[in-house]
């Protein structure tokens, strides 16, 4: 996928230490690494630190950046490094309490009770997974990155990509309540 | 570029690209071989139902996205260079003072520059004592034990002759009545007494605390 129209110029810029253009490219990226982070870390008291950490990151490191990969690649990866040491500091892992708020409700009243019983499932099953397996699912589903690119963000082989994103598959799927099944057949039956 | 499909194990190929077909990201190669792997896996094909509903559902995962410009805006102005702002308060001023002095060059010279001060202070100090005794200093008076009225026509002189043959001194008076407090010592308080009233300056010499000599 090219990167969006200007995104280089605007890393360009905050090269140049452009203030304006660092608030552009921040409220652009603050979603998708916020989200990306989320999934990640899974402790809802990093996640600010390390999108403060990685933004503050790419306002240092831009004039060093050459354009070798996309400006999204770039930063992502500066995201996943900075949360792989944040989680090495929180080794333990606990309840994220506040992960139910972050869960945008179906506005389908009919469907909102299923919605939120598979979306609990969802996050559970996430919960298993390891923060590398996470982040290629969340690569990979949400923000609909090829395998090449997300090789590029996490920093190893293609296939290792594939292969954990073949494993954390199983595990979601395994841990998926019935309804989750009887869902997709009754879907694919209709 | 393309990765290719291995022609010897299409099924674990298709069913590890998935994920990316579901998403659209696959080539187009790569998209045609896997859509004919699908038409005749009837288990891929149920993988790829349940990767939409998976897509669904972490789409729909919404994390909630606080407004932290402000915040990260906030640290940003921290790290940039920042104006030189005098210090107002004394708090701010002794800091500043202490930052200094705390400096090891500073603290040598600041150490003998206080020892000499320190020095200088006692000295002074000591300079400044008084020779002298003032009224409230010193130990306190002794106590009258006699009381004397010397005539009304008595000198100066006469009374201190008078004083000076019972060895006793006044410490105090005189009296509404005129009378003089006096102290003698007291084991020759009776001498003293009869001296005093064996004077032909003095009118009256008595005991006035009713202390016995010793």
């Known amino acids: ?190 | 570029m393309a990765d290719p499909i291995n022609p010897a194990q299409p099924h674990d190929e298709a069913e590890e690209l998935l994920p990316w077909y579901a998403t659209g990201r696959l080539e187009a190669v790569q998209r045609e071989r896997v859509e004919a792997h699908l038409a005749k896996c009837a288990d891929c094909q149920a993988q790829l139902a349940t990767e939409r509903r998976l897509i669904e559902q972490f789409r729909a995962f919404s994390p909630e996205v606080e407004s932290g410009w402000n915040r990260l805006a906030g640290k940003l102005a921290q790290e940039r260079p920042k104006p030189i702002r005098r210090r107002t308060s004394f708090k701010g001023f002794a800091d500043g003072i202490w930052a200094v002095f705390s400096q090891p060059a500073v603290a040598a010279l600041a150490t003998a520059q206080l020892a000499f001060l320190v020095l200088a202070s006692g000295t002074l100090l000591w300079l400044s004592q008084p020779t002298y005794r003032t009224l409230g200093s010193g130990s306190a008076p002794a106590s009258a034990n006699v009381i004397v009225m010397f005539r009304a026509d008595s000198t100066d002189r006469q009374v201190r002759g008078a004083l000076g043959t019972a060895n006793a001194s006044i410490v105090g008076g005189p009296t509404s009545s005129g009378a003089y407090l006096v102290h003698v010592e007291p084991r020759r308080r009776q001498l003293a007494l009869a001296k005093l009233q064996a004077s032909g300056d003095v009118q009256l010499a008595q005991p006035i605390d009713g202390a016995s000599e010793q």
Not at chain 1, 142 to 147: D, N, P, V
Request: hydrophobic share 40%.
């Open chain 1, 1 to 190: 996928m090219p990167a969006p129209v200007g995104e280089r110029e605007l890393l360009t810029r905050v090269g140049n230490q452009d203030i304006a253009a660092f608030e552009e490219l921040y409220r652009m990226y603050q979603s998708r690494l916020t989200r990306f982070l989320a999934t990640v870390l899974q402790r809802s008291q990093l996640i600010e630190e390390v999108l403060d950490d990685t933004m503050m990151t790419v306002w240092r490191s831009a004039a060093n950046f050459r354009g070798a990969s996309k400006p999204s690649t770039w930063i992502f990866a500066i995201a996943y490094r900075k949360a792989l040491k944040a989680r090495a500091r929180w080794p333990e892992p606990h309840e994220d309490d506040e992960f139910d708020t972050r869960v945008d409700p179906d506005p389908r009243a009919d469907e909102r009770l299923q919605h939120h019983k598979l979306g609990d499932a969802l996050r559970r099953a996430m919960e298993l997974l390891s923060p590398e397996h996470r982040a290629v699912v969340d690569l990979t589903y949400f923000h609909g990155l090829h395998y090449r690119e997300i090789a590029e963000i996490v920093g190893c082989p293609v296939d290792t990509v594939k292969t954990r994103m073949f494993h954390a598959r199983r595990k979601l799927r395994t841990a998926m309540p019935g309804d989750f099944q009887d869902w997709i057949w009754s879907q694919n039956d209709g």
